[in-house]
């Protein structure tokens, strides 16, 4: 194995960090954040010109063909502007999207930036169990008539597209049954409730209640859905541990400048063991985090089964993982690791956030525990 | 460019090394040694003989000293077919400590004396650094050598050494003038002499692996000094961070995952098997996540050969010893109450029964579990990691 970047992948990095050092303020972000804006529009067009939208998708659909590690070095180093654009999400869906076929040119027009596709699969019910699915979707005389809600929709609020899955014969839990439907994010019928979510992104929770859509809506097989459907959650969890390391790694040095300057009975913080050691977990557990992405990464290309296994332990990884640093991150900084304002809360709240879902680490564990 | 992807190269390696123990390794050797117990000093110079024939006895040295040449990964793979087979440990304190210190520091002199039959399993050694008053803080050590003519000797208390009594040498950190980056001197010592007097302190498993050693004008020649007078220290913390990626103890942790699941499997509680319980699963589950981790942090410290990058040295020895600490402690919780009984080494190694019921894999567990306390504790303790942590990787 060989853990050292290529030039391109040198460069992609210094172009992602250079891009987070001069356009990250968390002050902009929260000014963003209080207008109750989904994402920028005008840095989304900049993700399409530097190419970040187009990186993991094949060439044949308008995109650079790059790797999965490619892929995870970017959105490692946005992590760590805490980005409110959806670019995980819409990745993911359009992942998905060139697993399924029959999108048409709409992975294009997400490299180009102009679609945004994201993933409507998880439910109130699911708890990150990837087969539970009860929306329904039935035959009628215009095509399909959709039924169910979903909960927590990524990026829910910024989409154009949702690729919502629905069962189209089966039980709630079966592998069998699953089918994924394109509907546009400004369907007439389509009951969408935009939702701010703890970490001050914005989400969406959808409802279908008879929702119509005509026969091209279906994409993939009738009920075999669920390769698609895999392949991109497959490709979310990627992105949003990569994502996670980001911000851990963000916390982490954040956390280590200020000890060193914040002065307290009349020494700096680092100079106290208890600090210097709190540090060292901290430090411990991004290493072993990163580590852990890098693991996932040598089985993610392809379904298999030792991917979902590895899936399952980066999920349990970062959720433990992520959550211990950001709360010692917090910890560490005393009074102004409470503030609103202030980056290392931000940075809590998003790992908590991503602790959480999918069903958090014990379903990780659960899944773990299975053969 | 990054690579993640297996070299096939290793996986011949691996078939290679494993067809090897299937040849040569005794069925006797391996039933003693794939328990929890440890390798007797016999078993470890026989296997070292064995390894010795084929010229693989120092798997971890340079080949112009008698060592394999091997890669860090060909290594790793090798210490992983050796522990799942149930092969004697070798002899760590020569191979990875005294070792790697005589070729890199010794005269031509020393390295002809002792290198080649240590290689041939010749030679078994203790380690003596460790005193009453200093355990982690190598500083404060006070067992003295005087030169006298050609001679050093030696005067004082060593304590907590591991093995003294079956060693044929031991290495000493000694102190030779004031200080600690000038004040020690590394000594190599005949263990079998006067005036070195060997008592044994029964180890928390009530078995006898740890002495206290005295020394009463010991002499040992100016020729088994390694490198300078009062540069010990130094030669000691090489030594230390010489173990870097191997200080996760990657296969002995997989090993343990295995027979920790091997016990859930094979145990009942309630009326089902406890892999079946689904808290106790979990548990198992985060410990293989920890060690899922651990193991691609270990590949990644192996693959920079240049030292490029951050030293991951500290954060394998805090979290490896952590894991096989919580494994162990799993093995004894899942045993149940055979975990309770005591089993006895003795009658294991003998091939003859135990003086307690239970299951084929319950004798050596708890000892096991016992011993690995000291994994925390030795070769630094994992508050000096914490430390160094702080210190060298985030520049504290």
Request: proline share 4%.
């Amino acid at each position: 194995m060989d853990f050292g970047l290529s030039e391109e992948q040198v460069l992609l990095v210094d172009g992602a960090r250079r891009y987070v050092e001069q356009t990250s303020d968390y002050e902009a972000r929260r000014k963003a954040v209080d207008s109750g804006e989904a994402y920028g529009a005008a840095r989304w067009q900049q993700f399409a010109e530097l190419g970040w939208l187009a990186l993991a998708l094949p060439e044949r659909h308008g995109g650079l063909g790059g790797s999965a590690v490619d892929y995870a070095l970017l959105v490692e180093a946005l992590g760590a502007g805490l980005m409110l654009e959806p670019l995980v999400p819409v990745a993911a869906a359009a992942m998905a999207l060139v697993t399924a076929g029959g999108a048409g040119d709409l992975p294009s027009a997400v490299a180009e930036g102009s679609a945004r596709p994201v993933l409507a699969h998880g439910e109130p019910g699911s708890g990150g169990l990837l087969t539970f699915v009860e929306s329904r979707a039935e035959r009628s005389a215009a095509g399909w008539r959709l039924t169910g809600a979903k909960s927590l929709v990524l990026g829910g609020a910024a989409a154009t597209h949702y690729l919502v899955s629905a069962r189209t014969s089966g039980d709630k839990a079966d592998d069998a049954g699953i089918s994924l439907f394109l509907v546009p994010a400004d369907h007439a019928a389509l009951g969408r409730r935009d939702v701010r979510l703890t970490d001050d992104s914005v989400g969406a929770h959808l409802a279908f209640t008879g929702l119509d859509l005509p026969d091209a809506a279906l994409l993939g097989p009738e009920s075999g859905g669920l390769p698609a459907l895999r392949e991109g959650m497959a490709w979310l969890q990627l992105g949003l541990h990569a994502e996670a390391l980001g911000a851990m790694d963000k916390a982490l040095w954040t956390t280590r400048d200020y000890v060193r300057t914040r002065r307290q009975f009349g020494t700096e913080l680092s100079t106290f063991q208890a600090v210097q050691h709190g540090l060292a977990d901290m430090a411990m557990e991004t290493e072993l985090s990163r580590s852990m992405l890098l693991r996932l990464l040598s089985v993610f290309d392809g379904d298999s089964a030792e991917r979902d296994r590895t899936l399952a332990a980066a999920k349990a990884q970062f959720g433990r993982s992520g959550f211990f640093v950001g709360a010692q991150a917090v910890q560490l900084h005393g009074g102004i690791g409470m503030a609103d304002e202030y980056l290392i809360g931000m940075i809590f709240k998003r790992l908590l956030l991503l602790r959480n879902l999918h069903g958090g680490p014990d379903m990780a564990l659960g899944q773990l525990t299975q053969d | 460019m990054t690579d993640l992807s297996r070299d096939p190269a290793d996986e011949r390696f691996r078939n290679e090394v494993r067809a090897f123990l299937e040849d040569n390794l005794p069925p006797e050797m391996a039933r003693r040694n794939r328990q929890g117990y440890h390798a007797s000093r016999s078993d470890t110079r026989e296997w070292t003989r064995i390894l010795h024939a084929r010229g693989w006895s120092a798997p971890n040295w340079p080949v112009e000293h008698g060592g394999t040449g091997w890669t860090l990964a060909q290594q790793a793979i090798f210490d992983e077919e050796c522990t799942a087979a149930g092969a004697p440990l070798l002899d760590i304190f020569g191979l990875s400590m005294v070792g790697p210190l005589i070729y890199t520091y010794g005269t031509d002199d020393l390295k002809a004396r002792i290198l080649p039959p240590f290689l041939r399993g010749e030679i078994s050694w203790a380690q003596g650094f460790s005193e009453p008053n200093a355990g982690s803080d190598l500083g404060s050590l006070q067992t003295r050598a005087v030169l006298d003519g050609d001679d050093y000797v030696i005067n004082g208390r060593k304590i907590w050494t591991s093995g003294a009594h079956e060693a044929t040498m031991i290495f000493f950190l000694v102190r030779t003038g004031e200080g600690t980056r000038n004040g020690l001197t590394m000594l190599i010592v005949d263990a079998r002499q006067p005036g070195i007097a060997i008592r044994p302190i029964d180890d928390i498993r009530k078995e006898h692996s740890l002495n206290e050693v005295i020394l009463d004008d010991v002499r040992t020649p100016v020729a088994n000094r390694i490198g300078e007078e009062g540069r010990g220290w130094g030669y000691a913390k090489a030594l230390l961070e010489n173990e870097r990626a191997f200080a996760a103890e990657i296969p002995r942790n997989r090993n343990h995952l295995a027979l920790l699941r091997r016990i859930a499997r094979g145990t009942m509680r309630a009326g089902r098997p406890l892999i079946e319980d689904p808290v106790f699963a979990a548990r198992i589950a985060e410990a293989e996540v920890e060690f899922m981790a651990l193991e691609f942090l270990a590949l990644r410290a192996m693959s920079d050969t240049d030292g490029s990058g951050p030293s991951f040295g500290s954060f394998l020895k805090v979290r490896g010893s952590e894991l096989v600490q919580r494994l162990t402690q799993l093995q004894v919780e899942a045993l149940g109450d055979h975990g309770a009984y005591l089993y006895s080494e003795q009658a294991h190694m003998a091939g003859q029964p135990q003086p307690a019921p239970g299951p084929e894999f319950a004798p050596g567990v708890w000892s096991e579990a016992m011993y690995r306390r000291a994994s925390s504790i030795y070769g630094g303790a994992n508050e000096i990691q914490r430390t160094l942590i702080a210190k060298q990787y985030l520049d504290l």
